[in-house]
């Protein structure tokens, strides 16, 4: 009888075991399964269909599921499991590693530049903006999502200081402005469905392309449209691949998302990756720098260099602003034989 028992309780026990180790295999496999279809499209170089855009913003943060599925895969004795979470896990953290090549520029300095870029959503953050360009007098200054009050706003109490200035004048999210202490010349902009001025300025004599980038983001049912747009952006920076260029704005897009790589493979650079700061997020402004995605940027030709790249925090606005120190060199002729 005392035998009976035993085998019994074992036998039990043993199916425990085994329905736990089932338990942590399944629980394994739906996380590891959920990243590598991110992870896939990132392979692929595709942006994939809702809700991959969106998951593909916060491709660091896809380490803790990888972590808690390899855990669960350990626990469980799973090792197809374990070699699958180790894999997923090489690719995250290749694919962390900054896109895109750094070179300096070759040419002699001839002007330093202090860009800012701010996302102030719906114009709300307008009055926190001004004391930030006062204090760090950047000289030029690219504001998304500026309605008309915003605007209003920015004329009266930093207007003396910008007397250059290109505005999509529009209500709400479709305003955007472009503030300068140079000299600039109007130019027709990137069409989008909401405001992206451009211009041409006259830095100490030398012409730079301004171009302030503001697509739709990449919401369930308008990722084409986010799609076309990056795209039109893309357009603008291969055009003229001979003029300094600054595109500089709220992207909704970040390294992972391959239609910002492929803006980046016109030869842009980021400014803040020069800089040493090409992970730092900027949105959402009220989980940063904990949790977040670096979707505003400041994208420049390999005529600039960048010493600076600062994510500063303004009130009313869900994303930091953005001040990047960049130096303008000139582009060396090349060398004619005799």
Same mark, same amino acid.
């Given at each position: 009888? *005392?035998? %009976? ?18 338990? @942590? ?7 590891? #399964? ?9 392979? +692929? ?31 469980? @004795? ?28 070759? $040419? ?15 114009? @709300? ?8 360009? !006062? ?13 008309? +009050? ?16 290109? #505005? ?12 300068? !202490?140079?000299?600039?010349?109007? %130019? ?16 100490? $004599? ?6 302030? *980038? ?13 799609? !076309? ?5 893309? *357009? ?14 709220? &992207? ?7 239609? &910002? ?7 842009? !650079?980021?400014? +803040? ?12 402004? @009220? ?29 009313? %606005? ?8 960049? %130096? ?5 002729? #090349?060398?004619?034989?005799?």
């Amino acid at each position: 009888m *005392a035998a %009976t028992q035993y085998e019994t309780d074992r036998t039990s026990g043993e199916g425990l075991r085994g329905g736990r180790a089932r338990a @942590r295999a399944w629980c394994a496999g739906l996380l590891f #399964a959920g990243v590598s279809v991110v992870v896939g499209c990132r392979l +692929a170089d595709s942006d994939g269909v809702t809700p991959v855009p969106q998951l593909l913003a916060f491709l660091p943060w896809l380490l803790v599921p990888t972590g808690l599925g390899l855990a669960f895969a350990l626990l469980g @004795r799973w090792w197809f499991g374990t070699v699958w979470g180790v894999v997923v896990l090489g690719l995250l953290a290749w694919f962390i590693e900054p896109y895109g090549r750094v070179a300096e520029p070759s $040419g002699a300095p001839v002007a330093h530049v202090r860009v800012l870029t701010s996302n102030v959503e719906f114009g @709300r953050a307008a009055p926190a903006l001004v004391p930030v360009i !006062r204090r760090e007098r950047p000289d030029i200054v690219f504001v998304e999502e500026c309605d008309y +009050a915003c605007q209003d706003l920015l004329r009266q109490d930093v207007g003396g200081d910008y007397p250059y200035r290109r #505005a999509v004048a529009a209500a709400g999210s479709k305003g955007s402005i472009i503030l300068s !202490r140079y000299a600039l010349k109007g %130019t027709d902009g990137v069409r989008g469905q909401m405001g992206m001025p451009g211009a041409l300025a006259d830095v100490r $004599g030398h012409p730079v392309r301004l171009q302030l *980038a503001h697509p739709k983001p990449p919401l369930p049912g308008q990722v084409a449209l986010w799609h !076309r747009e990056l795209g039109r952006l893309r *357009a603008f920076a291969a055009a003229d691949r001979t003029t300094p260029t600054v595109l500089a704005g709220d &992207f909704n897009a970040s390294q992972d998302h391959a239609g &910002f790589r492929r803006i980046l493979d016109t030869g842009l !650079r980021d400014a +803040a990756r020069l800089a040493g700061s090409d992970r730092t997020p900027s949105w959402p402004a @009220r989980t940063t720098p904990t949790l977040g995605a670096q979707i505003d940027h400041v994208l420049v030709s390999d005529e600039f260099s960048a010493a600076h790249a600062r994510f500063l925090r303004l009130a009313d %606005t869900d994303h930091r602003a953005l001040l990047v120190d960049l %130096t303008l060199h000139v582009r060396q002729a #090349a060398a004619t034989r005799p």
